[in-house]
């Protein structure tokens, strides 16, 4: 039952196998048929004439992953009496922009910072009030910073993590301190990769590479992480998993020694085998996803509200403790949070630990053509 | 006395032409329906995506453009078709998808013909038996399977203790393998390759199979020179309905192919979902349309359907 669940009810289904299936194929005819979003491409500025909230149609529409229309994430929002939220879910952030270029509408979304400027780009958003939302004094700069683009706060990012190995320390070394984890012989036949080009990015660093130059490589450095990537994929990867819990399942038993994980797999896992999460000191992949608002929204203050609500430290002490994901809030009740998911988390000291060069956040690539490409080649020669 | 012969009686033409127009109408009432699903959910669709394939459709209305880039990147990029890679998985997919149908006919057909010609009157029954574990999700059948092929699944847990496999070792080639993408696809289709066929056993003129018993043709002979080539129609009916689907198929390979499941269906979903390629997605999907039509062509040409289905 657990592999049903992964497909149909967690809140990461996102990056399961379903990626992209049914939405793409509704979104590919209603992208022939779309009423455009905005023709100029460009990020549309914050009406000049928002009236008051009590002139809104008020039924806000969040296009969201499947799981986080639970009540608890915006509990302050419906104590406050406005009216429940209606939910539409996207599978992933890529087939959530194609509808939205198709002309599907909603007032907020919940995309990865790196994909801001790609909504951008399409006029579908504009930058959020933060005076408007009480709680955004008590989020994390560095995350905030991420949701930033040329100065205004298109996106309020609220979850986040790392993406880096989770080994079976049992197995391996613990003491590497790096991304060669994924890549070493010593873990020849057991090593698992999640379907992402950032894998090739992964090999970069273990190789010696900047982080913050992973997202910009030339095409020949790209070229030879790609050849880099085939070479140890062919010798010792065991395979490419889509389903968070069928890696859960594949580390728990053994047939994976070294994965990329994000933080939930070791909070899953600490208790059941010796896992180990690995966050490279040289530096340290993340994401962030946050609420963008919608340009034309008629659900201004409403939108607002509903990010607001989402913000507070409550929806961060739950959603680290529940689900394994960080939270942007820095006022979360550490005291309730399990020690080892602290130390995981770095929260004891988040600004710094999602800061450079410990960490490099997830940032619009404009060659991500070239990186998927060359990622179809790696996953084409294993 | 004399004999009348009963007088001809000749339709009037204007009646004739009036018949004539009567019965045009209904064959187009009749064909209307179909023939405008065609157009809206194939014929549409399918120019889309050659749009698609050329920009001149695009996801972000401002970014139009006219150009043969993506099939020329597609055509001579080494990761796809203007290398060994990429042509390589293509030749992968086709392979696999052929062998599966294939397999398909080959499980199908006994059922078919035991349900048609030997099960009598509780033919439908046993049909209905057959296909009632495919009237679930088509999910949750390959999501089963990875249950009982993975190395602690059902089938290699019987293999270790009976011995078979060591306590600490596993059968490399049934999990995450071609073999498994292969088996499970040929699983979830056999059904489906069974109900053509047993359309075309049920609609046999039975007389022909005694009259070939009467002269002396033994079951076998029976077999081969009536039942089978009287059958054909619904052989390669069935053939095609496994072939078409199978050769773009991604799901199952990712869920139990693991790295050497990897097909061409999963390059062109990669490029739609996670690459964000539409132009490129869409240029290997017209390709892939036009090579599965040029070999049913070649398929129809070598089986000579016409003369078999005459």
């Given at each position: ?49 928002i009236g008051p909230i009590e002139d809104e149609p008020g039924v806000l529409h969040a ?6 229309d639970a009540k608890w994430l915006y509990a302050d929002y419906l104590k406050a009496g406005y009216p429940q939220p209606k939910f ?19 007032d907020v ?20 009030d933060?005076?408007l939302m009480p709680n ?155 609420l ?5 929204t008629q659900n201004y203050h409403h939108a607002h509200a509903f990010a607001d609500a989402w913000s507070s430290?409550t929806v ?67 | ?310």
């Amino acid at each position: 039952m657990g592999q049903l669940d992964a497909v149909m009810g967690n809140p990461a289904t996102r990056r399961t196998f379903l990626k992209g299936t049914g939405v793409l194929a509704a979104s590919g005819f209603l992208a022939a048929c779309r009423k455009n979003v905005n023709e100029s491409g460009a990020g549309t500025a914050p009406s000049s004439s928002i009236g008051p909230i009590e002139d809104e149609p008020g039924v806000l529409h969040a296009h969201e992953w499947a799981g986080y229309d639970a009540k608890w994430l915006y509990a302050d929002y419906l104590k406050a009496g406005y009216p429940q939220p209606k939910f539409s879910f996207l599978v992933n952030t890529e087939g959530a922009l194609a509808k939205t270029a198709a002309g599907f509408e909603w007032d907020v979304t919940h995309p990865e910072s790196g994909y801001i400027q790609d909504y951008i780009n399409m006029g579908a958003l504009q930058p959020w009030d933060t005076s408007l939302m009480p709680n955004f004094k008590h989020l994390n700069p560095v995350i905030e910073a991420s949701g930033q683009v040329d100065g205004k706060q298109y996106e309020i990012g609220l979850d986040w993590g790392y993406s880096a190995p989770l080994i079976r320390a049992d197995h391996l070394d613990p003491t590497l301190d790096s991304y060669s984890y994924l890549f070493t012989d010593d873990a020849a036949g057991h090593i698992s990769w999640f379907d992402t080009p950032w894998i090739l990015q992964m090999a970069a660093i273990a190789q010696g590479m900047d982080p913050g130059h992973s997202f910009d490589m030339t095409d020949s450095e790209l070229e030879d992480m790609k050849n880099y990537t085939i070479e140890k994929g062919q010798k010792n990867l065991y395979n490419i998993w889509v389903n968070y819990q069928d890696m859960w399942d594949d580390v728990q038993t053994g047939n994976v020694w070294a994965t990329y994980a994000w933080p939930d797999a070791y909070v899953a896992l600490k208790d059941k085998v010796d896992v180990a999460y690995i966050r490279p000191s040289g530096g340290t992949l993340a994401w962030v996803e946050g609420l963008v608002l919608r340009s034309d929204t008629q659900n201004y203050h409403h939108a607002h509200a509903f990010a607001d609500a989402w913000s507070s430290a409550t929806v961060g002490t739950k959603l680290i403790s529940n689900w394994g994901y960080g939270h942007a809030n820095l006022d979360v009740d550490l005291n309730s949070i399990d020690p080892d998911v602290v130390k995981v988390f770095g929260l004891d000291d988040p600004e710094k630990n999602l800061s450079e060069p410990q960490s490099y956040l997830d940032r619009y690539q404009a060659n991500r053509n070239a990186y998927n490409r060359a990622w179809n080649e790696v996953k084409a020669s294993l | 006395m004399t004999i009348h012969a009963p007088a001809e009686i000749v339709t009037p033409p204007r009646e004739r032409r009036r018949r004539r127009r009567g019965t045009a109408k209904v064959n187009l009432g009749l064909i209307s329906i179909p023939l405008l699903w065609l157009i809206l959910f194939f014929l549409i669709p399918v120019v889309l995506v050659a749009l698609y394939s050329v920009g001149l459709l695009t996801l972000i209305s401002y970014d139009k453009y006219l150009s043969l880039d993506p099939w020329r990147y597609f055509l001579h990029s080494s990761t796809y078709l203007g290398g060994p890679l990429g042509r390589g998985l293509f030749w992968k997919s086709l392979k696999m998808s052929f062998g599966v149908s294939i397999t398909c006919v080959l499980l199908a057909y006994p059922v078919a013909y035991m349900l048609a010609l030997v099960a009598g009157r509780r033919r439908y029954t046993l049909l209905l038996v057959i296909i009632t574990p495919f009237l679930t999700s088509y999910l949750l059948r390959v999501l089963a399977w990875r249950v009982l092929l993975n190395p602690q699944g059902v089938i290699e847990a019987v293999l270790r203790n009976a011995g078979i496999v060591a306590a600490d070792g596993n059968v490399s080639w049934l999990f995450n393998s071609t073999f498994a993408v292969y088996l499970v696809l040929a699983y979830s289709w056999v059904p489906f390759v069974a109900l053509p066929i047993f359309v075309s056993l049920e609609s046999l003129d039975l007389q022909m199979l005694e009259a070939s018993s009467d002269l002396g043709a033994s079951r076998l002979t029976t077999f081969r020179k009536v039942t089978l080539p009287m059958s054909m129609p619904g052989v390669i009916a069935a053939f095609v309905f496994v072939f078409i689907p199978t050769i773009g198929e991604y799901v199952t390979p990712q869920i139990v192919g693991g790295k050497a499941g990897y097909l061409f269906g999963n390059v062109i979903q990669s490029s739609f979902s996670a690459s964000f390629d539409w132009q490129l997605g869409s240029a290997m999907s017209v390709f892939m349309l036009a090579a599965v039509a040029i070999l049913l062509a070649i398929f129809g040409r070598y089986l000579n359907v016409r003369s078999v289905s005459e």
